[in-house]
């Protein structure tokens, strides 16, 4: 790696999200250091990578506070993306979900602290807003949580919080808001509802919503969560620290409205997908019927200007994975 340039941490840099921030920050000219331990992350997603020389890849699990300190080591900043995500895995297997949730995220600041990384950015969610019923969501009014995985990742914004104060490690949270885009994962037993929906549409198959249909989202494209992670990463506003972000659109769409998107964007590369049914099913225990993010402290302390409303991201994603996976 080159010693001369700034290095960023990014913890679960094989996932999704993470390895899109990889490859944006090698882009941008930084070294870039992953840790991951492949539990949901794969090596496709930065196989890409190998040959850069700014890539480094630290096989190891944030349950190791040995793997931490080793990942931490030289490093400005941390990205911490690794999580156990998905609300249902959580309520199957809360045991694990909290190890990796909680008893990783601590190690990692742990780590952080004592290497006296400049700042700690880390993945936040909404569904640490819980059963609180005002719209749009704003940072400082939440609920209870309704998920094992809700009270892992609140219980993160509190860690934070408290190294932030205690220790003068600077932490910015981002409450991720249904992030979705070009990597992301259609398989698998907890796979997001986009690409679940568009693999399925491609195969000709029908689609199953929960409930309704009439549930909504803050449906993010992954290009919006980069800008957030490079704004907290960079900003120079003393008064953007230590505090958290909804990192979103701020707008919703339901579930039906999602699925005619998806039909009309895939039906311009099989006209047949235009005409698949759409089947429901029952309500999904520990979902929340809607979710929509204020994003106006994240414009006024950050900057924040999202690129990508609902249907320029599902335009962009639909053509991603019918290049990727047809």
């Avoid at 601590?106 to 700042?119: I, P, T, W």
């Avoid at 900003?235 to 699925?259: C, F, H, I, M, P």
């Avoid at 047949?272 to 429901?280: A, D, F, K, T």
Wanted: hydrophobic share 35%.
């Amino acid at each position: 790696m080159n010693n001369n340039i700034k290095t960023i941490l990014i913890t679960g840099g094989a996932g999704f999200i993470g390895s899109n921030l990889c490859e944006h920050f090698l882009n941008k000219g930084f070294n870039v250091r992953v840790l991951d331990n492949f539990a949901t992350g794969h090596r496709h997603n930065i196989a890409p990578f190998n040959n850069n020389h700014n890539f480094q890849l630290l096989e190891g699990d944030i349950r190791n506070l040995k793997n931490c300190h080793q990942a931490v080591e030289g490093v400005d900043y941390v990205l911490h993306q690794a999580a156990l995500g998905s609300v249902p895995r959580s309520i199957n297997d809360p045991i694990t979900t909290n190890d990796v949730n909680v008893s990783g995220f601590l190690n990692m600041l742990v780590a952080s602290r004592d290497a006296k990384v400049k700042r700690f950015v880390y993945a936040a969610s909404s569904s640490t807003y819980g059963d609180s019923e005002s719209l749009p969501k704003v940072e400082d009014v939440i609920g209870k949580p309704l998920s094992p995985y809700a009270i892992t990742k609140y219980v993160n914004e509190l860690y934070a919080d408290i190294f932030s104060k205690t220790y003068g490690l600077e932490t910015i949270g981002l409450r991720y808001f249904n992030v979705f885009g070009r990597k992301q994962d259609p398989t698998g037993a907890y796979a997001a509802v986009i690409p679940k929906f568009v693999i399925q549409l491609m195969k000709h198959e029908s689609p199953v919503i929960n409930g309704t249909g009439d549930y909504s989202r803050d449906f993010t494209y992954i290009d919006n969560v980069i800008q957030m992670n490079e704004l907290a990463m960079t900003t120079s506003n003393q008064k953007a620290l230590n505090t958290v972000y909804n990192t979103a659109v701020g707008d919703r769409t339901n579930l039906n409205e999602l699925l005619n998107y998806l039909k009309e964007f895939l039906a311009e590369y099989d006209a047949n997908i235009g005409n698949v049914e759409i089947i429901h099913g029952p309500n999904r225990a520990g979902d929340i019927p809607h979710s929509l993010a204020s994003i106006n402290k994240a414009k006024i302390l950050l900057g924040y200007k999202p690129t990508h409303k609902i249907r320029e991201g599902l335009r962009e994603a639909v053509s991603w994975y019918w290049s990727n996976l047809k």
